[in-house]
């Protein structure tokens, strides 16, 4: 049996993994249009102040240890650009120009997405940068000398926020441009106000409702053009969204979302026999919102890849799907959500109650307690949990977590209220902050 996998990260190596451990002999490919394998983009942001030494550090496994160890066939340099759906025939080109063709039995898309560029004016100009790819960052820090004082980020979400973060521990300037009214758009409104005043307490220039429309500079980028003027700058990053890296799919009948990700079923299989697609190429179904989505993070991309990789092997291994949970730092502030918020509650005509809530994230009377901001979002008929988020500088990954294993198990408030959860001054209150939220009903 011959396993073809395009992509050489999370998903396609966490699938080849499984498949190596499922099916003796398995003969398996896998393409990878860089030369790297099975990295940590996460940990990217936090190469450029040097909290993370190098960009070594981030490499899981490297694709010498994919050949010898485990015998996977795994390339670099080989970049596909066509699927022959009725052959099983994947073809492309190598980084050296000469064409490639292989045949498969079954075959995983785990192609990722790639960082989309928002204008098209000046976007050649070099200073410019995008944060993706291992040799994508080392072009950055050997552009971060000290003759650069001002850099610009474009988008509030994850991506910018660490980066806003770890480049001002770089001794710069930052500037953080946002189209809309708000960063960190996974939070409503009043939760995103805590991440607006931390902004401005570590000196970053905000500028929301702020939309770029090129760049200009000789040969480097010098000025960005925005709806509120211009702007002098000597970097610009942006972190403004991704599209799912499908492209090459079109004249295939393999379907896609709007969005070009690759629409799978609970085994991770397309539309198309002996194709199955993970990872940040495809769709993950929502469990709360209960709806195929588009939520790309690698957490999921490992969990698809891996249950890919067991349903190629001929295992039966569905993948529930995803509450919708992430969590990111923001200098002295973790932003945590799960589920739903109220927008997207109201969005999708639930019929929803939300409670505010602010509690301490140990008992109140413990050297160093710290308050962290909760808000919840049930369904107003059974109050079961469609959503937590929460901000606060300590403990939110602890309720965060909690929240998310509710949702999973669709549990309602007074359910959190029975939960038997670990209590000490120096960790908790008697009754932690979360089933504190949870009494906010005034019914329980
Ligand atoms: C800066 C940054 C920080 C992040 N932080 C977090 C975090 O804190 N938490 C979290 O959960 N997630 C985070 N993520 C997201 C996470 O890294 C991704 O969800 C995950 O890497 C997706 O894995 P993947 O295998 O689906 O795709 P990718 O990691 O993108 O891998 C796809 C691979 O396919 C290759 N490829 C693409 N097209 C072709 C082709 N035609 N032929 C051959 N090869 C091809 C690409 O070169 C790439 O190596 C972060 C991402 C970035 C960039």
């Not at 993970?278 to 890849?305: M, S, W």
Request: with cysteine; net charge neutral; charged share 25%.
């Amino acid at each position: 049996m011959k396993f073809v996998i395009i992509g050489g990260d999370a998903a396609g190596m966490s699938a080849a993994m499984e498949i190596y451990r499922n099916v003796p002999g398995a003969e398996i490919t896998s393409l990878e249009r860089g030369f790297i394998y099975s990295y940590g983009q996460c940990g990217l942001p936090y190469v450029v102040d040097g909290r993370i030494s190098s960009t070594k550090r981030l490499i899981a496994r490297d694709v010498e240890t994919f050949r010898d160890k485990y015998g996977i066939d795994a390339r670099v340099g080989h970049e596909v650009e066509r699927i022959d759906v009725e052959n099983q025939l994947v073809t492309g080109t190598q980084f050296s120009g000469e064409p490639f063709e292989i045949a498969y039995d079954k075959l995983l898309i785990a192609t990722g997405a790639d960082p989309i560029m928002p204008v098209k004016k000046g976007a050649e100009l070099a200073g410019i940068h995008k944060i993706k790819t291992i040799p994508g960052l080392e072009d950055l820090l050997a552009d971060l000398s000290p003759t650069i004082e001002q850099v610009t980020i474009l988008g509030g979400g994850y991506i910018g926020l660490e980066m806003a973060e770890t480049i001002h521990a770089c001794n710069k300037k930052v500037r953080l441009i946002q189209r809309g009214s708000q960063v960190a758009n996974i939070l409503d409104e009043e939760l995103a106000k805590h991440v607006h005043d931390e902004a401005k307490k570590q000196g970053i220039e905000l500028l929301l409702n702020t939309h770029v429309e090129g760049f200009e500079g000789s040969s480097r980028v010098e000025r960005i053009i925005t709806n509120n003027g211009v702007l002098e700058t000597d970097l610009v990053i942006v972190a403004a969204g991704i599209k799912p890296n499908t492209q090459f799919l079109d004249g295939t009948n393999i379907a896609l979302a709007k969005n070009g990700a690759i629409v799978v079923n609970r085994h991770l299989e397309t539309s198309v026999e002996n194709i199955y697609a993970a990872g940040d190429c495809a769709t993950h179904f929502h469990i709360v919102k209960e709806r195929l989505d588009y939520i790309p993070l690698g957490t999921t991309a490992n969990k698809q890849g891996r249950l890919a990789g067991l349903n190629m092997s001929g295992k039966f291994a569905p993948f529930r799907g995803i509450v919708g949970t992430s969590i990111m730092k923001f200098f002295d502030l973790t932003i945590a959500t799960t589920g739903i918020n109220e927008n997207t509650a109201k969005k999708l005509g639930f019929d929803y109650e939300a409670y505010k809530f602010s509690a301490r994230h140990i008992a109140g009377y413990y050297p160093g307690a710290q308050r962290m901001y909760i808000k919840i979002v049930v369904q107003k008929r059974d109050q079961q949990l469609l959503g937590a988020q929460i901000v606060g500088p300590a403990g939110v990954d602890k309720r965060i977590d909690v929240f998310a294993t509710a949702l999973y198990n669709k549990m309602t408030l007074p359910d959190l209220l029975d939960l038997d959860l670990a209590y000490a001054p120096p960790f908790n209150g008697v009754w932690d902050p979360l089933q504190q939220a949870a009494r906010m009903n005034g019914r329980i």
